[in-house]
């Protein structure tokens, strides 16, 4: 798949975002509306398939746009605390919109392009991601994601793993504390092991440094606009692993072991304005399976189990857990009968 089409659909919110801060007004709502209202209406009104690229090329034009991507997003966290925090001179109501704008870009595009860039082996490109994630006070999740998320997926060491019949309510406090927690454990482990600092060290003291510039722009009230700002993405971040494996658990071997990860482990969505926006982080089976496949080489084959629609559509399903697990628990039982009756651990 060409790069082309990620950029126009992720560099339009990064512009109209510049625009909240430098003019303010309506460029807060015409933000908003398009990483919601016009995002979810692309993806159910159009349904043309997205086209996939060879493995083997178009690396440098999508390692280019995460950069990129990577860059704006530093630019655009500094123009949020202003903004937020009434440094720009916003009314109360445009604050308020502007924090769900910013909050959606940052937890849709940022985080999902800073999950990219851990993946890639270049340390300058893994360093990028590992600070964006830094800047939005959520540095560890480059410890847990790699180390714990992938090798334990969809089994009870994974806390990001929602079992069938667990609301996203209950889910979420496991999930943010268990990653901080069980990533801690591994990286001390580490530590002693090889000797090298403990990881953590960078997280906190990254996240205390990206607090001391939010004050230095716009005092306390910047403060609050950052914390506030980390908060929402990580609570997006939490959803998505919420929507991308609920009920999909592994099986129990005869031996007690787990049965190797597959595609049926893993939710997917084949919608495609959401897909180019937060560069394919929907197609979350071929993830699992090739963690260093660049973003437009990943494929949504039949057999692949799909939400009914979009992430953003099923993040807000979630909120409501009686219609999730409505629309969703006989879907995991169908999901896993189609997988030669897998018997969850779990």
Not at 128 to 147: A, E, M, N, P, Q
């Amino acid at each position: 798949m060409p790069v082309l089409p990620f950029f126009i659909t992720a560099i339009v919110p990064v512009l109209l975002l510049a625009l909240v801060g430098i003019a303010g007004g309506i460029w807060v709502w015409a933000a908003l509306a398009y990483l919601s209202v016009i995002a979810f209406l692309a993806d159910e009104l159009v349904t043309s398939p997205l086209a996939v690229t060879d493995p083997e090329q178009g690396e440098i034009g999508a390692n280019a746009l995460s950069c990129a991507l990577a860059g704006a997003h530093f630019v655009l966290l500094a123009v949020a605390v202003l903004a937020i925090s009434g440094a720009t001179g916003l009314g109360a109501g445009a604050q308020v919109a502007a924090f769900a704008a910013f909050g959606l870009y940052f937890g849709q595009v940022s985080i999902a392009n800073a999950h990219e860039l851990i993946h890639r082996s270049n340390r300058g490109l893994f360093g990028l991601g590992k600070w964006v994630f830094i800047s939005l006070l959520y540095g560890h999740v480059t410890t847990t994601h790699r180390l714990l998320h992938h090798p334990h997926v969809a089994t009870p060491k994974d806390p990001n793993f929602p079992p069938l019949g667990l609301s996203f309510y209950r889910y979420l406090p496991r999930s943010l504390w268990g990653n901080l927690r069980e990533g801690y454990r591994i990286e001390a482990a580490r530590a002693a092991r090889t000797g090298r600092a403990n990881p953590y060290r960078m997280y906190l003291g990254g996240a205390l440094a990206m607090l001391a510039l939010a004050y230095a722009l716009a005092g306390w009230g910047g403060v609050g606009a950052l914390v506030a700002l980390g908060a929402y993405a990580q609570v997006q971040h939490a959803m998505v692993d919420y929507l991308q494996h609920y009920g999909l658990a592994r099986a129990c071997l005869p031996d007690g072991r787990y049965a190797p990860q597959g595609p049926q482990h893993s939710w997917n969505s084949p919608h495609w304005f959401t897909s180019l926006m937060a560069v394919n982080v929907t197609r979350h089976s071929d993830h699992h399976a090739h963690p260093a496949r660049i973003y437009p080489a990943l494929r949504l084959e039949p057999g692949m189990p799909c939400l009914p629609y979009s992430l953003p559509a099923m993040g807000v399903i979630a909120l409501f857990p009686r219609l999730w697990f409505k629309i969703m628990d006989k879907r995991v039982q169908d999901a896993l009968a189609h997988a030669e009756g897998e018997r969850p651990c779990v």
